[in-house]
């Protein structure tokens, strides 16, 4: 334990590529998404360029289908150790 090291975040992660990274890692194409959660593919294709925000009842809906916590698709980049720390 003592050469442990803990990974360093190398990249920050937008709200829309989150969204892309999960629906990608889960093997779902942006259609499969779509009839998911009944919300167009275009918007989801917007969503994950961040040309359209998410809001909440979207959060949700996608955070269902996608089994996350919406907080995973809204926060993507918060560093629980920096912010506590504050």
């Given amino acids: 334990m003592g050469d442990y090291r803990k990974a360093q975040k190398r990249i920050e992660v937008s709200v829309g590529e989150s969204v892309r990274i999960i629906?990608?890692?889960?093997?779902?194409?942006?259609?499969?998404?779509?009839r998911l959660t009944g919300i167009?593919?275009?918007?989801?294709?917007?969503?994950e360029r961040n040309r359209v925000n998410l809001g909440i009842e979207r959060t949700k809906v996608l955070a269902r289908a996608l089994k996350v916590h919406p907080a995973v698709?809204?926060?993507?980049?918060?560093?629980?150790?920096r912010e506590s720390a504050a």
């Fill in 40 to 47: 167009p593919q275009s918007t989801i294709s917007a969503i």
């Fill in 23 to 34: 629906r990608e890692l889960q093997e779902l194409s942006q259609n499969q998404l779509a």
């Fill in 73 to 81: 698709l809204v926060f993507p980049s918060w560093d629980v150790e």
